[in-house]
């Protein structure tokens, strides 16, 4: 079992629409969860972070967390063609240093 | 804003020599960490550095690598003897006062082996 899992896609959402995309993780330790954007040739870069459960919202982002689910998501509502990129899943346990990613979610915003 | 500065951007070496990574993390941050990412595949842990050690690191940072952090700004990372599989980009990162809070990452240093 992959520790962070999410669907690689490809996950084609019309422009304006909710873009949704999930990840589970296997190790109940996690305590928190990350959520990068990453351009082809880029480096991943920080949008949203949830350490509790229920919803935090940022902007056009909400993130997602249900922890005896062992689950996690990023909805992107009205999406722009410059949403399209790849969003990494990432999760950490508490008070360790490093981040497990999952394989990511290429994601295509239709005009 | 501050942000994680890394050098050099790309890095082609002959397999078998030594190369070193460049990075500048942001400046009130207390943890340092590498990761690569082979082409086409997923994020990987490296290495984290807090208080001037090694904190933890992963399967893949065997012998062959280190990480220094020679004065009150670079955090580097030397691989001795590069092997063809070494070809990645490699992501210095750094956060603040706790090692499971927000991680920001450089820009990336394409290493090609040949």
């Known amino acids: 079992q992959k520790e962070v899992e999410q669907n690689s896609g490809p996950l084609s959402v019309p422009e304006g629409a909710i873009a949704s995309l999930n990840c589970t993780y296997s190790?109940?330790?996690?305590?928190?969860f990350f959520w990068y954007r990453q351009y082809s040739g880029k480096s991943p870069e920080l949008i949203m972070f949830?350490?509790?459960?229920g919803d935090k919202e940022d902007g056009r982002f909400t993130a997602q967390l249900n922890k005896a689910s062992q689950y996690v998501s990023l909805l992107i509502r009205d999406s722009q063609p410059s949403d399209s990129a790849t969003y990494l899943c990432?999760?950490?346990?508490?008070?360790?240093?490093?981040?497990?990613f999952g394989q990511g979610t290429r994601l295509t915003i239709n005009p | 804003e501050p942000e994680v500065t890394q050098t050099p951007s790309h890095q082609v070496t002959q397999m078998g020599q030594e190369v070193i990574l460049r990075c500048v993390p942001i400046?009130?941050?207390?943890?340092f960490y590498w990761y690569r990412q082979i082409l086409g595949q997923k994020v990987e842990f490296l290495v984290s550095?807090?208080?001037?050690?090694?904190?933890?690191k992963s399967e893949i940072f065997d012998d062959q690598f280190s990480v220094e952090r020679p004065d009150g700004s670079n955090f580097t990372l030397k691989i001795r003897s590069t092997k063809l599989e070494d070809s990645a980009m490699y992501f210095c990162?750094?956060?603040?006062?706790?090692?499971?809070?927000?991680?920001?990452f450089g820009q990336g240093t394409r290493l090609t082996v040949v």
């Open positions: 990162a750094s956060s603040g006062d706790r090692g499971d809070t927000e991680a920001f």
């Open positions: 190790d109940r330790g996690s305590q928190s």
């Open positions: 949830i350490y509790s459960n």
């Open positions: 990432a999760v950490s346990k508490q008070g360790a240093q490093k981040l497990v």
């Open positions: 400046s009130n941050h207390l943890y």
């Open positions: 550095f807090y208080n001037n050690e090694i904190s933890e």
